[in-house]
């Protein structure tokens, strides 16, 4: 009988078993998930070797270390847990204590089924039956629980489709992927986890020992095995048709991929035949401004020789009439420096200029000549013909509206007929 010590180290066992399970199913530790699995099937199972469980606890001891700061409550209890199976996995009361203590109910009832059984004769005959019965029912109860699973559903079919002979790959790598799948849910749904496991080691038990043959004949003793079959056939119809269609879809993808590859290579000839146009344009737009820019220069610079030469002929004309104006001949002054206007009209407030000028310097002058001629007249009217006479009636011609040139054409009528008063 097991002593209280040994009980209490079954219990600390089972207690940091579940507390690692707790944390380890969390999908960044899949892989060492999958060890601890391994260890803990071997506490009950009846292939235990003491190699393969010093090689597993070397596998996982580093990585309870490398967490001790990350994840402290996984490292402690893996740590634990390690220790324990050293000293319990192997020991005859183990597997007693554990059943009488209601412990690790699902790996004792994996144990169970994957036990071997006597060979030979009628008995393993209806052991057969009996595993393939369970695993049909299993199969039938799964199939709606493990659709909402994506990352097991691919596993789960992979096995019906070889149990069913609709696809003959050896599924050993889905049936390990779907016992790890097991082991990461076990916490979350732990019913579903062990149906899986269940389910998994039966087909494994099978696919191993060579005998699927005789599970495949055994399931056709069955009715459901016919389902299972048309299920299998319907499953594999419906893939192969949604491959179809995403065939066809990626043929309809690549032909609008190609439509559009050619919409855009013609988009892209049309941009480039309009950029080619766009160049010519500006290129011949370019010529035509350089030689309309040649031809703006040389009539600028014809209009500028012409101004040149018309200001030169303005200023020499100008110059004649100045030169009159100091001659005091009012007259050829005046009209030289309209001559001139002739030749630049652009210049008329030069020219007005020098007239009002002219003008000013006549009337101020013509004023003088009138007082000094009302002088002489008082004194001998006779001299009314002299040299002064002479300039009044040049500048009568002249200004004829002038105010003096009339007072002076008065003076003149009033002299005709005799008249001595001025």
């Known amino acids: 009988m097991a002593s209280l010590v040994f009980e209490n180290k079954v219990k600390a066992w089972e207690k940091s078993r579940l507390e690692v399970r707790k944390y380890i199913s969390d999908p960044q530790f899949a892989e060492q998930d999958g060890y601890f699995s391994e260890v803990e099937q071997m506490a009950f199972g009846g292939s235990f070797k003491k190699k393969e469980l010093d090689e597993r606890i070397m596998q996982l001891k580093p990585f309870a270390r490398g967490i001790a700061n990350k994840d402290p409550k996984l490292s402690g209890a893996l740590n634990l847990f390690l220790s324990l199976c050293e000293t319990l996995y192997g020991n005859g009361d183990f597997e007693a204590v554990a059943r009488r203590l209601k412990l ?189 820019a040649v031809v703006l220069a040389v009539v600028l610079g014809v209009r500028y020789f012409d101004m040149a030469r018309m200001d030169t002929k303005f200023d020499e004309q100008m110059a004649v009439g100045d030169r009159w104006l100091a001659e005091k001949d009012y007259g050829r002054a005046v009209a030289e420096y309209r001559k001139a206007l002739q030749i630049d009209s652009g210049r008329a407030e030069e020219v007005n200029g020098k007239e009002a000028y002219v003008q000013s310097v006549m009337r101020a002058e013509f004023g003088m000549l009138l007082d000094e001629l009302r002088t002489i007249l008082k004194a001998d009217r006779n001299r009314f013909n002299d040299d002064s006479g002479q300039r009044l009636d040049r500048m009568l011609e002249i200004f004829p509206e002038d105010e003096a040139a009339q007072r002076y054409q008065r003076m003149r009528e009033r002299q005709q007929k005799g008249r001595r008063k001025y």
């Open 104 to 292: 690790a109910s699902d790996l004792l009832e994996i144990a169970r089924d994957e036990r071997a059984r006597p060979s030979g004769g009628g008995n393993a005959r209806r052991i057969t039956e009996e595993d393939a019965a369970r695993w049909d029912v299993l199969a039938n109860g799964l199939w709606t629980k493990v659709r909402g699973y994506e990352k097991a559903v691919f596993d789960f079919l992979c096995v019906l489709f070889y149990v069913a002979e609709v696809r003959r790959d050896n599924p050993s790598a889905n049936l390990r992927s779907l016992m790890l799948f097991a082991n990461q849910i076990s916490a979350k749904d732990a019913i579903l986890a062990g149906e899986i496991q269940r389910f998994a080691g039966l087909a494994d038990k099978y696919v191993k020992n060579g005998k699927m043959g005789e599970f495949r004949q055994s399931l056709r003793t069955r009715s459901t095995y016919l389902r299972l079959e048309e299920l299998c056939r319907q499953i594999d119809l419906d893939i192969r048709k949604k491959e179809d269609e995403r065939r066809r879809a990626e043929e309809r993808e690549a032909k609008e991929r190609e439509k559009r590859r050619r919409i855009e290579a013609e988009e892209r000839a049309r941009r480039e035949r309009a950029e080619r146009f766009r160049k010519r344009m500006r290129h011949r737009i370019k010529v035509v401004l350089g030689i309309a």
